[in-house]
């Protein structure tokens, strides 16, 4: 059985309590995943969340990583998988992982087009900080032999990059080094186990609108505000929620903003713990609770080139939570829902035709079962072992990229100025070949330079 080492930035979720991210919670995802479809995993947690667990019920043995120890452990598994928008980790990993082991990269954050739409202060600083951090990103594309991404949208995104980069050649032109695997979802039941918000925060027969996750810069949360004003105005028993707005594992100020905003609008308008309610991030096991009492589920975000290449960890979520879902649209998850008719698509973020669509649901609420139901539906097709399997079928050929195979084959490869390779092995009709080659785009001189160079 092949053994796959996971390396995890953030927690995973095995402890009761657990506080967790989505990195992390797609690194436990894959791991659960393709312990089902046959392969020996691993998963490797930063050592600043370390628990004292070695293993876990589902199979999946756990471990802790440093920089200290990082170079033993990835010699110790068949593959190495790592998200490439850690750059400083990725770097590390793709310089030290040994050139025979196979190393996955995922790809599913579209980092080059996400940090670009935090829209925060001080572009030139911000230019630079980019560029820094896009040499540490390229680092990934020379070194990995299979690539992740979330979308279809995202694998044309990168089979771009990954052309640029030189990793799409005769070489590897009819082999699948870039696969769709988005995020997933556990198979584990839906249960309520305990009352979180309603008959606690607010009535049981109040209409509780629920926002999951981080106010990030690319999320809209104004016009829901001043939705929720109109309607409460209307109908007093509609609240709306904010659950996890603050991030706690981000502590960047332009990602405040949202979530500053959204509590001084609460509080100016006297609506503070009376509509608009304010919970912080909660126990990942939890959130079943908070979906199972929600009528609705809300996500705004502004139309942007960072919501086409998206592919919102939260909204995969709602699809294990069974929660209607109204969003702006857009993104590839949330158009395949709609299409669906799993989930309700605004034409624009705006206040009246949020208004409309709640007010509808609010006095229609036929429809928000006639949308649970088409979630149960399609449900089965996000499980993390069926989107797993093509990566299993990788890891279990142990088969490295077709390119890097070449090199790694080879004694030794040098480019000249002409960008034509002699490689130093044993095959002398490609020798002479690439010395014709030389012999005719430089003549004689070059010719006798490159083969003393070749025999020193």
């Known amino acids: 059985m092949k053994k796959l080492l996971i390396i995890s930035v953030g927690p995973v979720p095995i402890s009761k309590n657990s506080i967790v991210e989505g990195g992390g919670l797609r690194s436990w995802g894959l791991a659960q995943g393709l312990k089902k479809n046959g392969i020996d995993v691993t998963i490797a947690i930063s050592e600043r969340y370390k628990l004292n667990k070695k293993n876990h019920k589902s199979g999946v043995k756990i471990c802790y990583w440093?920089?200290?120890?990082?170079?033993?452990?990835?010699?110790?598994?068949?593959?190495?998988?790592?998200p490439y928008s850690h750059g400083d980790l990725m770097e590390f990993v793709a310089n030290n992982v040994g050139k025979e082991k196979q190393l996955i990269i995922d790809l599913y954050v579209p980092i080059y087009i996400e940090v670009l739409a935090r829209k925060i202060k001080g572009l030139i600083v911000e230019h630079d900080q980019y560029l820094n951090d896009l040499v540490r990103w390229n680092k990934a594309f020379p070194r990995g032999d299979y690539f992740?991404?979330?979308?279809?949208?995202?694998?044309?995104?990168?089979?771009?990059?990954?052309?640029?980069?030189?990793?799409?050649?005769?070489?590897?032109?009819?082999?699948?080094?870039?696969?769709?695997?988005?995020?997933?979802?556990?198979?584990?039941?839906?249960?309520?186990t305990k009352k979180v918000c309603?008959?606690?925060?607010?009535?049981?027969?109040?209409?509780?609108?629920?926002?999951?996750?981080?106010?990030?810069?690319?999320f809209d949360i104004k016009p829901l505000?001043?939705?929720?004003?109109?309607?409460?105005?209307?109908?007093?028993?509609?609240?709306?929620?904010?659950?996890?707005?603050?991030?706690?594992?981000?502590?960047?100020?332009?990602?405040?903003?949202?979530?500053?905003?959204?509590?001084?609008?609460?509080?100016?308008?006297?609506?503070?713990?009376?509509?608009?309610?304010?919970?912080?991030?909660?126990?990942?096991?939890?959130?079943?609770?908070?979906?199972?009492?929600?009528?609705?589920?809300?996500?705004?975000?502004?139309?942007?080139r960072e919501t086409i290449y998206s592919w919102r960890t939260r909204i995969i979520d709602f699809i294990w939570g069974e929660v209607p879902i109204i969003s702006t649209g857009g993104d590839?998850?949330?158009e395949?829902?709609?299409?669906?008719?799993?989930?309700?698509?605004?034409?624009?973020?705006?206040?009246n035709e949020i208004v409309k669509n709640i007010d509808e649901l609010y006095n229609?609420?036929?429809?928000?079962?006639?949308?649970?139901?088409?979630?149960?539906?399609?449900?089965?097709?996000?499980?993390?072992d069926v989107i797993t399997k093509d990566l299993a079928k990788f890891i279990k050929s142990g088969e490295i990229s077709p390119d890097r195979k070449l090199l790694f084959e080879s004694k030794?490869?040098?480019?000249?100025?002409?960008?034509?390779?002699?490689?130093?092995?044993k095959n002398i009709v490609y020798f002479l070949k690439m010395s014709a080659t030389i012999l005719k785009k430089r003549g004689l001189a070059a010719l006798l330079k490159r083969i003393f160079d070749y025999n020193r």
């Open 66 to 82: 440093s920089f200290s120890n990082l170079v033993e452990l990835v010699s110790c598994y068949d593959s190495v998988y790592i």
């Open 148 to 192: 992740l991404c979330a979308s279809e949208a995202q694998y044309h995104f990168y089979m771009g990059a990954l052309s640029v980069m030189g990793r799409i050649n005769p070489k590897t032109f009819d082999t699948k080094i870039l696969d769709v695997v988005p995020y997933g979802i556990h198979e584990q039941p839906l249960l309520h």
């Open 198 to 218: 309603k008959e606690v925060l607010m009535k049981k027969e109040d209409f509780m609108i629920l926002w999951f996750g981080g106010l990030y810069p690319w």
């Open 225 to 304: 505000l001043n939705a929720v004003k109109k309607l409460s105005s209307i109908h007093s028993d509609i609240k709306l929620v904010i659950l996890g707005g603050k991030n706690p594992f981000v502590t960047e100020k332009d990602f405040m903003q949202q979530y500053d905003f959204a509590c001084e609008f609460a509080k100016k308008e006297k609506m503070l713990n009376k509509n608009i309610f304010f919970v912080d991030w909660i126990p990942y096991e939890e959130r079943n609770n908070w979906y199972l009492e929600a009528d609705i589920v809300i996500n705004l975000h502004h139309k942007t």
């Open 332 to 334: 590839e998850a949330t």
């Open 336 to 351: 395949y829902l709609a299409k669906n008719e799993a989930a309700i698509l605004l034409n624009e973020n705006t206040q």
């Open 364 to 384: 229609q609420r036929y429809k928000i079962d006639q949308l649970k139901n088409n979630i149960r539906k399609i449900k089965k097709e996000f499980y993390w």
């Open 412 to 425: 030794k490869i040098e480019k000249n100025a002409d960008n034509v390779n002699i490689i130093k092995n």
